[in-house]
Each structure stands twice: as structure tokens, then as C-alpha cells.
């Protein structure tokens, strides 16, 4: 590992300066930091530990929502009563990642921002346009069992790999982003980027912002939520596919549905088509297969992962059946 120099700052505006030194970058919990500081991956000049900051409450926000400072740990968030009431489908979320020991020490901001696991990414001995832009992606014709078969590019099929984000699609939550210019809030879905041509930029973060808090509306009356991940093995495994849903019921008709998509896409995946495929209708087994036929439209598969593309179809039916058949039992 190269040496560093390591920062306490002691609030968040000091921890913006020192975020805006050359070679600098922030660590949080260090679960997805340390690791790759330890491959080589990263090698900051600075670092710039976000852990006497504050930023740990998890408070209600004056419209009945709920907002989660950046350094509150995803047990924390996963086990609160709000959360576990309102916001199950972000409870699951959490619980259904890592492991109990990592999620103490993981937090809001650094799930939001972790980064993908393909191995080549990970191998400083491989080339990779996203951990060296113009290198070449291994990846296209190597191994991709675990990659993206939406929203790639030719030069990068990397996938998001956080089950958190794709909770917070599905609660239309809100990034809230600090730097010495002030604070600015963004759509989560607009959060992360595409990889394009520049798989290097995941997120519409500046450089030295700090995600201060993330926020999400009032859960709506009577709304129901549901997050489905299916995986190699039960536990401490990653997502192959997943799926969030949300929705509220009126009179047997689904209504608000919001659908998003994990493990199959380059970023969190909104699947808005298909959420309003659903919108206003009645839930039926037939209805569900035409949502997920459309929310996969446009999936390219390779030889190694073209399975993610029935794989993911058959999660979103099996979500929104979840979830419907607890609205009318
Ligand atoms: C063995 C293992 C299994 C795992 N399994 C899963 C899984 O199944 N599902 C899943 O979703 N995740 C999984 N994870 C990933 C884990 O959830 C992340 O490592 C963790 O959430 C990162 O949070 P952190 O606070 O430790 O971030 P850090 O490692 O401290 O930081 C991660 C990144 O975010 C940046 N950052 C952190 N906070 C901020 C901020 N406030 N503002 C700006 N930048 C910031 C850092 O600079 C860094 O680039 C696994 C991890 C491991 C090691
Ligand atoms: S898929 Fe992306 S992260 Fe993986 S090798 Fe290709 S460019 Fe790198």
C-alpha cells in the first residue's frame, strides 16, 4: 500500500477543503476503500476520514419523510423502527447485503458510492477503461458471469453493485451533495451515470463534493414495498439479479408503482416503463411477465451472463407477486 497522509477533519466544511487537495479521497466506513487501497486500486496522496463529521442522525424531515446523514451505518438504518415500518423494501435491502459485521461499519454515503467488483477493476495487472481511461475493457471477452446486460457500453459492462441503491430508485429518494459552493440536491435516479465513454465518472459527484445526506418522502398511505435478490449462495454474496419494488393500493388497483433493478445494470436501474405498464391496473400473473418483458427490453447478454436477462424477468414477476399477494390475503 502507498503511504498517505490521513485527515481528521472535524466538520464537514473542513473535510470538503481537504477533499479538494490533490490526490485526495474520503473514506467512510473503509469496507470498499481499504480493500482497494490494499489492492492498489486506490492510492491517495490524502485521505480524508469522514468519521468525526457528524452526519450520523437519522431525523425526520419537516414534510413527514426521512432523511439519513451520510455517516449513519447501514445496521443502523436497516434496524430503525421509521425504517423497518415505512421503508421495508430499504430495510431488506440492507439486510440482504454483506455481512452483520460489515453493515456496522458501512454507511449511507460509502454504499451509495462503492464500487463494482469485476475482477478486472480489481487487478492492477489488467487493463480496464474505468480504472485506467483508454486501457480496454477485459471484460467484453474475458469473464462477465457477474456483469451488466443493461445500460452498458463498449467500454464498460461493469455493474452497480450496491442493493441499497436500488431501494432508494424505488423511494424516489434524494441526494444531498455539500461543497465550498454550498449544497445542491439530486434526484437519486440521476445520481449514478452510464459508463458511455467515460466509465471512469459513476456518479455526477464534483471532485471534493461530499454526500452529506440522503432523504426520502413520506411513504405514501397504504403503500407496500418489497425488495427480491437472487444470488450464488443465501448470504455475503452479491446480486445476480434483483428487483425493488413499491406501490400503493386503491380499490384492488396498483397505484404510485415504482420498480427499479439491481445486479443487471451498469447503475441502479429505474425500470419506469414498466412501473407504468402497472400503474392503475390490477394485479395478474399475465400483467406482471409483460412488465418484466418491457423493463428488460434492450438487455444484451454475453456468453457468460445472457442468463441475467429470464434470470431478471423472473425476479421482477416474483416481486410483484410478493407484493401484491400481501395486499389481498
Ligand atoms: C465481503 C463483502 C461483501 C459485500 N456484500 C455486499 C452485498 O451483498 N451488497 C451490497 O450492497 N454491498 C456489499 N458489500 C459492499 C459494502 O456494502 C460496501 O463496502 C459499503 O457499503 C461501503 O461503505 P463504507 O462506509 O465502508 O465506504 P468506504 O469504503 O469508506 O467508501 C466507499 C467509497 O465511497 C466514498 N465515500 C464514502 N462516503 C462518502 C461521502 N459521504 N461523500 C463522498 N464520498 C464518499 C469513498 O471515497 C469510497 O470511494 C460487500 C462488501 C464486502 C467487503
Ligand atoms: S467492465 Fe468496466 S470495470 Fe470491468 S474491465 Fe471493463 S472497463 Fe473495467
Redesign the pocket.
Known sequence: MKLFELRRPADPLEAIRDGLSPGA???????????LMRLDV?RPDVLVD?NHLG?TDIERTADGGVRLG??TR?ADVAHHPWIVAEYPVLSQALL????AQ??N???T???V???TRCIYFRDVHAACNKRVPGSGCPALDGYHRNLAVLGTSANCIATN?????VALISLDAIVSLRSSEGQRDVAFAEFHREPGDTPECETV?RPG????AISLPPARPHARSYYLKL?DRAS????LASTAVTMSFDDRTMRDVRLALGGVATRPWPATQAAQLLEGRSPEPKLFRDAAELAMLGAVGRPQNRFKIELAKRCIVSALAHVTAAEFV
Open positions: 479521497r474520503f473514506i467512510a466506513g473503509g469496507t470498499t476503500m481499504v480493500d486506490e469522514l452526519l451520510a455517516m447501514n440482504s447485503g454483506a455481512s460489515l453493515r461499519a458501512a454507511t454515503g460509502g454504499n458510492l462503492q464500487r453493485p450496491s442493493d441499497m441503491n459527484l463534493e461530499l454526500l452529506a444470488r455475503y454474496e452479491f446480486a
